[in-house]
């Protein structure tokens, strides 16, 4: 046994007044950042946790956490003192603050007011909910930070000063609903009216006025009317507990603003709840209430028969007093009271049951609830064993281990993680990209391994290179980098959609040397791939590489498809050139042939050239003339074996001089990284200088898009001017003239 657990074993159980003294002692005259005397929240703290019955070790800890900075070493000196489990205590609590100094801020920041901003919001605030809840590890310090919450406010209500503007805000969303979830009615709703009474000190002050102008003559008209209705119990010999409703000013404010009703409207301002043995008293109880008050027929609601989707069951009625005014009552089981207060369809459920309710909250899952439902559960058992521990060892132990853990992001944001994720995990969850580019991690500001699992609460920042993929160990289960499945997922798709790639470049080469091999370097592409079954040659290029198609079937088609650039006919068919030269124009390109007299000319598509390309003719097969550009690679082996059937050519003067209207298909091929946005910006290009496209094809590898823009020009220059300016282009590493 260690000197610490020897030393546990003499102390004897802290008092609150042992706490308290203690903390007088040394906070001095010290204050909070509120303003509030240290001693005094210590107190004022401490005497909270007293009334809901906590052990002995929470009262002292909850006295004890805002002493601890002023400290000099505050872990040795309570433990020392109060012992290891208040000390523990009081560190949780301390690290429960931390984590709400940053988190609750960022989270209940100020949004868009658009529908899915909002949506976003309300689902960070229920995921802080659960991060609070799973990261107090020991239920007993939400108790404390609960208890320290309300004690705050109640200090700047005693004197009449405005906290914080954040601080009822979080209040209203973070720590009533937990309190609410917890079963601690006491809290939940003095931190609800505490909260509102800053929020909107005029409404908070306009049905406070409301309700104490008539507070006596309601209250009196209550007890008269629990009595009346007891009396006529005990004639029918039905045991039954009947208690009145207290009504808050922040609930009947939100039933006032979620059915849009006056303060006269509403019903259950006045209310009691009836709970008896069995179901037939419930219905014993209704028609004796009945017939004490007149019903209000639209106003019943049976949930025994018809249960709410979640299982609620209860006897809704609203009854006319004697004062002509209405209010409420409802009628229940003991069992049917136990499951609507700590089972799966708990208080908190339906009243912030999303669209269904009017408080506009998120529900949390299942599991969860019935974890909600196990504590609260605890809570309640505590109650009954006075005097004895077990109830609270078992709720010191109690954890909300519900397969998730909550971290947040550098700015605070809270991300939910299966239990076991990691660093890598955590990057994938944010952003695709930020995944495939991880390459490090910082928690809570220290460089950890990227397979380090992480735990409830930590912050956690990505380090990411600018360009890059995931690595394959990554999906290595033994080596523990990945832990959620859908992080899993993107780490598939993105090798997949790289090994596509890689096989499709592949595949291109492949079929592009059979062609070269072929002396077929001419033809369509897609024509070819058409002919041999394929909706695209990407789709022939990849069963190609996986040499799941053979090359004989290519070569078949080659010899089948006649050449787009037919080999010469015989010298003989033509005539000998003259000493003299005449001249004829092109029909429509612009183009003057000499030594032939009306030829009919096309430009070549395997070069595309325009003026001022250097060109030359080439005599097809039927087609008249090809003209190409002299450096065409097409046109070089053509003239090698066929030098007769070369003709010398040259633009005409009009069309060199810039009078001819004719327009040139070009091909301009450009290389960029890969962006949102990129194939508008290039768009924009073309459009201001007013160049035509007519043919587009992409493709992205790694991050870098490959593109062919086939657009109609005048001459050359325009060319220049075009590729110089797609240069510009954010992102774009060349753009040049297919050549």
């Known amino acids: 046994m260690t000197e610490t657990a020897v030393h546990a074993e003499t102390l004897p159980e802290p008092s609150i007044d042992d706490a308290l003294a203690f903390v007088r002692e040394h906070a001095k005259d010290a204050r909070l950042s509120t303003g509030e005397l240290l001693a005094d929240h210590a107190a004022g703290t401490a005497r909270i946790m007293q009334t809901l019955n906590v052990d002995a070790h929470a009262i002292a800890a909850a006295a004890l956490f805002a002493l601890a900075p002023h400290l000099d070493d505050p872990e040795k000196v309570i433990a020392e003192r109060f012992g290891p489990e208040v000390q523990r205590l009081v560190g949780d609590v301390r690290k429960l603050l931390r984590l709400g100094s940053v988190s609750l801020r960022a989270t209940l920041a100020e949004l868009p007011d658009t529908r899915d901003a909002q949506a976003a919001r309300r ?367 993107k780490v598939r798709a993105w090798f997949h959609a790289t090994d596509a790639a890689e096989n499709i470049a592949a595949g291109r080469a492949i079929v592009e040397k059979t062609l070269q091999r072929e002396g077929k370097t001419s033809v369509s592409l897609e024509q070819l791939a058409a002919k041999l079954g394929f909706k695209t040659p990407e789709d022939l290029y990849a069963l190609v590489a996986k040499e799941e198609f053979s090359l004989r079937n290519i070569e078949q088609a080659l010899s089948d498809t006649p050449p787009p650039e037919p080999e010469p006919e015989a010298p003989e068919q033509f005539e000998k050139r003259s000493s003299g030269q005449s001249v004829a124009h092109g029909a429509s390109t612009g183009v003057l042939v000499v030594g032939v007299d009306a030829l009919l000319t096309q430009l070549a598509r395997c070069c595309r050239p325009a003026p001022p390309d250097p060109i030359a003719g080439f005599v097809t097969r039927g087609k008249g003339m090809s003209v190409h550009r002299t450096d065409c690679a097409t046109f070089k082996r053509m003239a090698q074996r066929s030098p007769e059937r070369v003709l010398h050519t040259t633009w005409s003067a009009d069309v060199m001089s810039g009078r001819g209207s004719s327009v040139y298909p070009v091909d301009l091929s450009v290389e960029s990284a890969d962006r949102q946005g990129l194939l508008r910006d290039i768009s924009e290009v073309f459009a201001r200088e007013k160049i035509n496209v007519i043919g587009v094809k992409s493709q992205s590898r790694r991050n870098v898009a490959y593109m062919q823009f086939t657009v109609e020009v005048s001459n050359a220059a325009q060319i220049q001017r075009a590729c110089t300016l797609l240069g510009e282009v954010q992102g774009v590493i060349r753009a040049s003239r297919r050549v």
């Open 123 to 489: 689902a960070q605030v229920e995921a802080l909910r659960k991060m609070l809840l799973a990261f107090a590890q020991d239920i007993r310090v939400l108790l404390i930070r609960l208890a320290s919450r309300v004690q705050t406010l109640r200090y700047h209500a005693a004197h009449k000063l405005d906290p914080s503007p954040d601080v009822p805000r979080e209040t209203l969303e973070i720590y009533a609903p937990l309190a609410n979830r917890l079963g601690i009615w006491q809290l939940k709703w003095e931190l609800e009216d505490l909260s509102f009474r800053f929020e909107d000190p005029v409404t908070y002050k306009r049905i406070a006025k409301l309700l104490d102008e008539k507070r006596v003559e309601r209250e009196t008209y209550v007890t008269e009317a629990i009595a009346r209705l007891q009396k006529e119990l005990d004639t029918a010999h039905i045991k039954a507990e009947v208690s009145g409703r207290p009504k808050h000013i922040y609930s009947i404010w939100k039933k006032m603003r979620g059915k849009h009703l006056d303060f006269s409207e509403l019903n259950d301002v006045r209310a009691f709840r009836v709970i008896v043995g069995d179901i037939k008293d419930c219905y014993t109880v209704l028609g004796i209430v009945h017939n004490l008050w007149q019903p209000v027929p639209r106003e019943f609601d049976d949930y025994i028969s018809r249960p709410k989707p979640n299982g609620y069951k209860s006897l809704h009625t609203v009854v006319i007093g004697d004062d002509g005014r209405a209010f409420e009552v409802q009628i229940r089981t003991q069992e049917m009271h136990q499951f609507a207060e700590y089972g799966v369809a708990a208080h908190w459920r339906y009243k912030e049951a999303g669209t269904r309710g009017y408080a506009d909250q998120v529900t949390a899952s299942e599991k969860h609830d019935e974890k909600i439902a196990w504590l609260r559960q605890l809570l309640a058992w505590k109650d009954d064993v006075e005097g004895e521990r077990p109830g609270w060892q078992q709720l010191r132990d109690a954890t909300l281990d519900d397969d998730h853990i909550y971290v947040l992001t550098p700015q605070a944001r809270v991300i939910a993680l299966p239990q076991g994720a990691t660093a890598v995990d955590f990057a994938y969850h944010v952003h695709s990209e930020l995944g495939h580019r991880c390459r490090g991690a910082r928690v809570d500001g220290a460089m950890v391994p990227l397979n380090t699992p992480l735990q409830n609460g930590q912050t956690v920042e990505i380090v990411a290179v600018k360009e890059g993929g995931p690595s394959r160990d990554w999906l290595n289960p033994q080596l523990g980098y990945l832990h959620s499945a859908r992080a899993r997922q």
